[in-house]
């Protein structure tokens, strides 16, 4: 059975760090470009970050210079270091990994930045 899980969410402080994690698991083709997704209550769901299975990543101009992504081939991950959290960073986040013949979707991890 196919899965990604997403782990590493949860509580920070305006200013403080986060490290996600999704691990993919029972895909059996390549995995090529992945991303990470976010979605805040009442609004739609925005690219964050995507990093193909080599060469340069992409970030959304939100995060770039805050966020870094990066990837373990071997382990079928992908990680998202969030650093300099702001409020408006919060949201349910989501890891992407495309496969030939199609894409899959973790579960979304929680991530709140409050003071």
């Known amino acids: 059975q196919v899965q990604l899980v997403e782990s590493g969410g949860g509580l920070a402080q305006p200013g403080g760090s986060l490290r996600l994690s999704c691990a993919a698991s029972?895909?059996?083709?390549?995995?090529?470009?992945m991303r990470w997704y976010r979605q805040a209550p009442g609004s739609q769901r925005e690219l964050v970050a995507s990093?193909?299975?080599?060469?340069?990543?992409n970030y959304a101009d939100s995060v770039k210079g805050r966020f870094t992504i990066s990837r373990d081939n071997a382990k079928n991950t992908v990680y998202l270091q969030m650093n300099n959290l702001k409020i408006e960073d919060t949201a349910v986040y989501y890891c992407?990994?495309?496969?030939?013949?199609?894409?899959?979707w973790g579960q979304g991890t929680q991530v709140t930045v409050s003071s």
């Open positions: 029972g895909i059996l083709y390549t995995i090529y470009t």
């Open positions: 990093i193909p299975r080599s060469g340069s990543t």
């Open positions: 992407q990994a495309d496969t030939i013949p199609r894409s899959y």
